[in-house]
Nanobody, 129 residues
Framework: QVQLVESGGGLVQAGGSRRLSCAASGRTFSRSAMGWFRQAPGKERTIVAAISWNGGNTYYADSVKGRFTISRDNAENTVYLQMNSLKPEDTAVYYC??????????????????????WGQGTQVTVSS
């Protein structure tokens, strides 16, 4: 059974930092694109960042560029999201996601929510002003 388990969420003051982790189990995603999405109350789930399997290609939503960094450790089957300079508008439930496909192209990346097949349960990040 495939599982993605996020951790690292919590309450943080504006301007602070937080590091989210997503540990995958049940299969390897070492040749799959992975991403982080977030959903605020009453809003749609949207892409935050995505990373190709070799880590050589990344995508960031405009709202987090320069503040967030996505990375991965394929040996540990884990993807990370380092969040710096947090703002109250970053408050949301953050979800990790993985594409089921394995790609030859190590730079393949997708930021389309519908392209992701496996999802974690989410972790709440609350940024206080």
């Amino acid at each position: 059974q495939v599982q993605l388990v996020e951790s690292g969420g919590g309450l943080v003051q504006a301007g602070g930092s937080r590091r989210l982790s997503c540990a995958a189990s049940g299969r390897t995603f070492s040749r799959s694109a992975m991403g982080w999405f977030r959903q605020a109350p009453g809003k749609e789930r949207t892409i935050v960042a995505a990373i190709s399997w070799n880590g050589g290609n990344t995508y960031y939503a405009d709202s987090v560029k320069g503040r967030f960094t996505i990375s991965r450790d394929n040996a540990e089957n884990t993807v990370y999201l380092q969040m710096n300079s947090l703002k109250p508008e970053d408050t949301a439930v953050y979800y990790c996601a993985a594409d089921r496909e394995a790609y030859y192209n190590g730079l393949y990346i997708t930021y389309d929510l519908d392209e992701y097949d496996f999802w974690g349960q989410g972790t709440q990040v609350t940024v206080s002003s």
